[in-house]
């Protein structure tokens, strides 16, 4: 019997090429789609879960509410993860991280700049399950200005020589000792280190303050440990310690403070295998996913399938009366009604099987492309883990399932009396549900092309949004640094090009560099309840100019007053925090000391607001002071010549520091850094809509195939009675268009309510303007318009002496 339904499968599948073609076709792209995103959401989900003890492993973060501004922050004070595995039982290990920024490693004459270096303590190794392949596990982290690379940074340096034990000289001034190798970390991890170095080699490591926070800190609890039961001894631990620093600065209590509403201060678990999914906070290791990107992206892959899976059923229903006869035939020579459903569900099984191979094929072809769009590193050997191979028979099935049983179930229902006397009319029972199917189809297309619409729209905004500073033609030389003191030598030769109008030294930008939060209050008093927190950056006198920032009250720094290093420059922003009306001869004092010392600082001028974060927040307070920062060097230049430029610094740059490595970029393209999970989002949401369209548009076309065959006669009979050709292709087309119309009605709400949501986390937003479900409503109409009207101009065209004749 199996084999007898098979054979028929078969026998059908070739008898009918065109629309076999098209539902291979359609089902294979649906597959295609839905496993690649399936290998993205199966990595994101499996982020951190490699580690054997990953269920026990937790980071503690901190919410602090200071002087009217709310932090979020992924660091604690150095002081917090000794004191956890001191005062808390449950806590069997902590284990700190402290990143520093980038540093220039060398080696013999091997010079990189490495980003993924951190500095740590020797349980790192017994926490995380991170191999050692080299070295003593207890010790390689013990010793001061001992470092231990990952395997693929010792083969960068040393190619198949061993290591341990030779020297890595960091930034040109401390030498560190290789103590051991340690296995890649894997891709699926939130965080990448290729080296780390000894904690005990910076000055912060044994330092007991808990009034800055700046080290990211893990626990390991011990089995059966429960993690809310950690997290509410926290208060008390804040209380005892933070509390008794609090107000020695102060002079006030923490309860005082708490009940005034000026500070807050929150402790919270966040188990390790969240942290890449759901953390979003100040002083990430790395920029994280999203589970909202992992819900959205696999509700594509849901509806990309179904849209792939209603094509089936369209046309199998539609094109029910064609098989009608063979229904009754087999009805009367005793075939029941589940044999037939059985049939027809081998068909729709084997033609999904068919287009799983097709799909796998081009998983193979299109990977490549897809791990450049998302950033990851899929491999096509990863889909043959277990939980893919399992996704891969089910979707499969499902499919196959999904696609044949209700035509399955609508032709086996035929009478066979009925069919046999030819009263069965072409797919007269199927009518309303495939056209719902049809309205389903291009409704998810359609939000498809409206998110992609938004998110571009968006990206236009930030784009041409005035920053408060001109990005354009800025070139920044990394690095600075390692000029030492040679480095405004190096500015001033680099001025006599005159293709470079200005240039600054400074670490800080307005785009991805340098932060420093400090405390900073009015008029001198640190007790004043303005008191709080914000960034503090160092310039000089070029940087205003050279970023093209504007002084709206008072005046630049000047190397024409002697007093400005006493001198301070604010944004509008600090003025209003302050409620300075006219903030120019105001004071402000900054914390330069744990124990309560201040420096007092004049307000000379004041910046227009500019953007120095993303756009998804608000504009916060800032104080620039004149303080030498060697970090970064800022060029402003002529938009000509721009390879003669790069051309002569690489050649000043060999002169002054020969050897060491010379790295720029450009401000516009650090600037988008800032959004590139939206640019991502974007494309993949572009790429999808796309396909979705490309499926039902298949759909479509096979159904307008279809009907125009059915009718045929009926079109010949019209022009023989003097219907025109535009009449004849209005007739064939105008269900489709009007099909899609309803599409467009159906999926306006859905899509406003969906990219509403998702520009509530900017801060600074463009409208959802009517014009983009305007431009969805076009294209998405003369798409189906397009698809359908090839066959309606041909059927239009044909002579009709042969369309009556036809059947």
Same mark, same amino acid.
């Given at each position: 019997?199996?084999?007898?339904?098979?054979?028929t499968?078969v026998?059908?599948?070739?008898?009918?090429?065109?629309?076999?073609?098209?539902?291979?076709?359609?089902?294979?792209?649906?597959?295609?789609?839905?496993?690649?995103?399936?290998?993205?959401?199966?990595?994101?989900?499996?982020?951190?879960?490699?580690?054997?003890?990953?269920?026990?492993?937790?980071?503690?973060?901190?919410?602090?509410?200071? $002087?009217?501004?709310?932090?979020?922050?992924?660091?604690?004070?150095?002081?917090?993860?000794?004191?956890?595995v !001191?005062?808390?039982?449950?806590?069997?290990?902590?284990?700190?991280?402290?990143?520093?920024?980038?540093?220039?490693i060398?080696?013999?004459?091997?010079?990189?700049?490495?980003?993924r270096?951190?500095?740590?303590?020797?349980?790192?190794?017994?926490?995380?399950?991170?191999?050692?392949?080299?070295?003593?596990?207890?010790?390689?982290?013990?010793?001061?200005?001992?470092?231990?690379?990952?395997?693929?940074?010792a083969?960068k340096?040393?190619?198949?020589?061993?290591?341990?034990?030779?020297?890595?000289?960091?930034?040109?001034?401390?030498?560190?000792?290789?103590?051991?190798i340690?296995d890649?970390?894997?891709?699926?991890?939130? &965080?990448?280190?290729?080296?780390?170095?000894?904690?005990?080699?910076?000055?912060?490591?044994?330092?007991?303050?808990?009034?800055?926070?700046?080290?990211?800190?893990?626990?390991?609890?011990?089995?059966?440990?429960?993690?809310?039961?950690?997290?509410?001894?926290?208060?008390?631990?804040?209380?005892?310690?933070?509390?008794?620093?609090?107000?020695?600065?102060?002079?006030?209590?923490?309860?005082?403070?708490?009940?005034?509403?000026?500070?807050?201060?929150?402790?919270?678990?966040?188990?390790?295998?969240?942290?890449?999914?759901?953390?979003?906070?100040?002083?990430?290791?790395?920029?994280?996913?999203?589970?909202?990107?992992?819900?959205i992206?696999?509700?594509?892959?849901?509806?990309?399938?179904?849209?792939?899976?209603?094509? &089936?059923?369209?046309?199998?229903?539609?094109?029910?009366?064609?098989?009608?006869?063979?229904?009754?035939?087999?009805?009367?020579?005793?075939?029941?009604?589940?044999?037939?459903?059985?049939?027809?569900?081998?068909?729709?099984?084997?033609?999904?099987?068919?287009?799983?191979?097709?799909?796998?094929?081009?998983?193979?072809?299109?990977?490549?492309y897809?791990n450049?769009?998302?950033? !990851?590193?899929?491999a096509?050997?990863?889909?043959?883990?277990?939980?893919?191979?399992?996704?891969?028979?089910?979707?499969t099935?499902?499919?196959?399932?999904?696609?044949?049983?209700?035509?399955?179930?609508?032709?086996?229902?035929?009478?066979?009396?009925?069919?046999?006397?030819?009263?069965?009319?072409?797919?007269?029972?199927?009518?309303?549900?495939?056209?719902?199917?049809?309205?389903?189809?291009?409704?998810?297309?359609?939000?498809?092309?409206?998110?992609?619409?938004?998110?571009?729209?968006?990206?236009?905004?930030?784009?041409?949004?005035?920053?408060?500073?001109?990005?354009?033609?800025?070139?920044?030389?990394?690095?600075?640094?390692?000029?030492?003191?040679?480095?405004?030598?190096?500015?001033?030769?680099?001025?006599?090009?005159?293709?470079?109008?200005?240039?600054?030294?400074?670490?800080?930008?307005?785009?991805?560099?340098?932060?420093?939060?400090?405390?900073?209050?009015?008029?001198?008093?640190?007790?004043?309840?303005?008191?709080?927190?914000?960034?503090?950056?160092?310039?000089?006198?070029?940087?205003?100019?050279?970023?093209?920032?504007?002084?709206?009250?008072?005046?630049?720094?000047?190397?024409?007053?002697?007093?400005d290093?006493?001198?301070?420059?604010?944004?509008?922003?600090?003025?209003? &925090?302050? $409620?300075?009306?006219?903030?120019?001869?105001?004071?402000?004092?900054?914390?330069?000391?744990?124990?309560?010392?201040?420096?007092?600082?004049?307000?000379?001028?004041?910046?227009?607001?500019?953007?120095?974060?993303?756009?998804?927040?608000?504009?916060?307070?800032?104080?620039?002071?004149?303080?030498?920062?060697? $970090?970064?060097?800022?060029?402003?230049?002529? $938009?000509?010549?721009?390879?003669?430029?790069?051309?002569?610094l690489?050649q000043?740059?060999?002169?002054?520091?020969?050897?060491?490595? &010379?790295?720029?970029?450009?401000?516009d393209?650090?600037?988008?850094?800032?959004?590139?999970?939206?640019?991502?989002?974007?494309?993949?949401?572009g790429?999808?809509?796309?396909?979705?369209?490309?499926?039902?548009?298949?759909?479509?076309?096979?159904?307008?195939?279809f009907?125009?065959?059915?009718?045929?006669r009926?079109?010949?009979?019209?022009?023989?009675?003097?219907?025109?050709?535009?009449g004849?292709i209005?007739?064939?087309?105008?269900?489709?268009?009007?099909?899609?119309?309803?599409?467009?009605?159906?999926?306006?709400?859905?899509?406003?309510?969906?990219?509403?949501?998702?520009l509530?986390?900017?801060?600074? !937003?463009?409208?959802?303007?009517?014009?983009?479900?305007?431009?969805?409503?076009?294209?998405?109409?003369?798409?189906?318009?397009?698809?359908?009207?090839?066959?309606?101009?041909?059927?239009?065209?044909?002579?009709?002496?042969k369309?009556?004749?036809?059947?």
């Amino acid at each position: 019997m199996i084999k007898n339904y098979f054979k028929t499968a078969v026998r059908n599948l070739f008898l009918h090429k065109g629309y076999s073609l098209i539902n291979i076709a359609g089902l294979a792209i649906g597959m295609a789609c839905c496993l690649l995103i399936l290998m993205f959401v199966n990595n994101e989900l499996s982020c951190d879960r490699y580690h054997e003890n990953a269920d026990r492993i937790y980071r503690v973060v901190s919410e602090v509410k200071f $002087g009217g501004r709310h932090f979020k922050l992924a660091v604690l004070p150095p002081a917090a993860a000794g004191t956890f595995v !001191k005062e808390l039982p449950e806590v069997k290990d902590a284990v700190r991280f402290r990143n520093r920024g980038s540093y220039i490693i060398k080696y013999a004459d091997k010079s990189f700049k490495e980003d993924r270096l951190i500095f740590s303590e020797p349980s790192f190794f017994n926490i995380f399950s991170i191999p050692l392949l080299a070295g003593n596990v207890k010790t390689a982290l013990k010793n001061p200005f001992s470092i231990v690379l990952s395997k693929r940074s010792a083969e960068k340096y040393f190619g198949q020589e061993n290591p341990v034990g030779k020297i890595l000289k960091l930034d040109n001034e401390r030498d560190y000792r290789i103590t051991g190798i340690y296995d890649n970390i894997p891709a699926a991890s939130h &965080f990448h280190f290729d080296f780390i170095a000894s904690l005990n080699s910076i000055e912060e490591f044994d330092v007991t303050d808990w009034l800055r926070d700046n080290f990211q800190t893990y626990l390991l609890l011990r089995e059966n440990a429960d993690g809310r039961a950690v997290q509410a001894k926290f208060p008390q631990i804040i209380k005892k310690y933070f509390g008794a620093e609090i107000e020695k600065v102060t002079g006030k209590s923490l309860d005082e403070m708490i009940k005034s509403g000026y500070v807050s201060i929150t402790y919270r678990m966040q188990p390790l295998t969240d942290i890449h999914l759901y953390s979003h906070l100040t002083a990430e290791l790395e920029p994280n996913g999203d589970i909202k990107y992992v819900y959205i992206f696999s509700a594509i892959a849901f509806f990309i399938l179904i849209i792939a899976s209603i094509n &089936f059923m369209n046309l199998a229903t539609a094109r029910s009366a064609v098989r009608a006869r063979e229904v009754g035939i087999r009805k009367v020579l005793g075939s029941e009604r589940r044999h037939l459903v059985v049939q027809f569900l081998t068909e729709s099984i084997l033609l999904s099987l068919i287009s799983m191979i097709i799909a796998l094929f081009l998983i193979h072809l299109l990977l490549p492309y897809f791990n450049q769009l998302s950033g !990851k590193e899929l491999a096509f050997a990863d889909s043959y883990h277990f939980i893919l191979l399992l996704s891969m028979f089910a979707i499969t099935l499902f499919t196959g399932i999904i696609a044949g049983l209700y035509p399955a179930i609508i032709i086996s229902s035929f009478r066979p009396a009925a069919v046999l006397k030819g009263q069965l009319k072409s797919g007269s029972q199927s009518t309303l549900m495939r056209r719902s199917l049809v309205v389903f189809q291009f409704t998810t297309a359609i939000v498809l092309i409206i998110g992609t619409l938004v998110v571009i729209n968006q990206m236009n905004f930030i784009q041409s949004k005035k920053l408060g500073f001109n990005k354009e033609h800025v070139l920044i030389l990394e690095n600075a640094y390692l000029l030492e003191n040679q480095v405004k030598a190096f500015k001033n030769e680099m001025l006599k090009n005159p293709h470079i109008l200005r240039a600054t030294i400074s670490g800080y930008l307005p785009v991805p560099s340098n932060r420093t939060n400090n405390a900073v209050f009015p008029e001198g008093e640190i007790r004043d309840e303005r008191t709080t927190s914000m960034q503090n950056w160092e310039i000089d006198y070029d940087y205003i100019d050279t970023m093209g920032m504007k002084i709206t009250a008072g005046r630049n720094f000047s190397r024409d007053f002697s007093t400005d290093k006493s001198s301070v420059i604010i944004n509008r922003k600090l003025a209003k &925090f302050f $409620g300075w009306a006219d903030p120019i001869g105001k004071r402000l004092g900054t914390l330069v000391s744990r124990k309560g010392e201040t420096k007092i600082f004049t307000v000379i001028g004041v910046v227009e607001d500019f953007h120095f974060q993303s756009l998804r927040e608000n504009i916060e307070p800032l104080v620039l002071f004149l303080k030498e920062n060697k $970090g970064l060097m800022s060029f402003r230049i002529k $938009g000509e010549n721009i390879a003669g430029v790069i051309r002569s610094l690489r050649q000043a740059w060999d002169k002054f520091i020969p050897g060491q490595p &010379f790295e720029y970029t450009f401000m516009d393209d650090s600037f988008k850094t800032v959004y590139q999970g939206e640019l991502r989002l974007s494309k993949i949401f572009g790429i999808f809509a796309t396909l979705a369209i490309l499926i039902g548009c298949l759909g479509l076309f096979g159904l307008a195939a279809f009907i125009s065959e059915q009718r045929t006669r009926e079109i010949g009979i019209r022009k023989v009675l003097g219907a025109t050709v535009a009449g004849i292709i209005n007739l064939l087309s105008r269900e489709f268009i009007i099909l899609v119309g309803i599409a467009n009605l159906a999926a306006w709400p859905i899509a406003y309510l969906i990219m509403d949501k998702w520009l509530q986390g900017f801060a600074y !937003k463009a409208s959802l303007s009517p014009w983009i479900f305007v431009i969805s409503c076009i294209l998405s109409l003369g798409i189906a318009l397009l698809t359908t009207s090839f066959l309606a101009v041909k059927a239009a065209l044909a002579d009709p002496v042969k369309s009556i004749k036809y059947e």
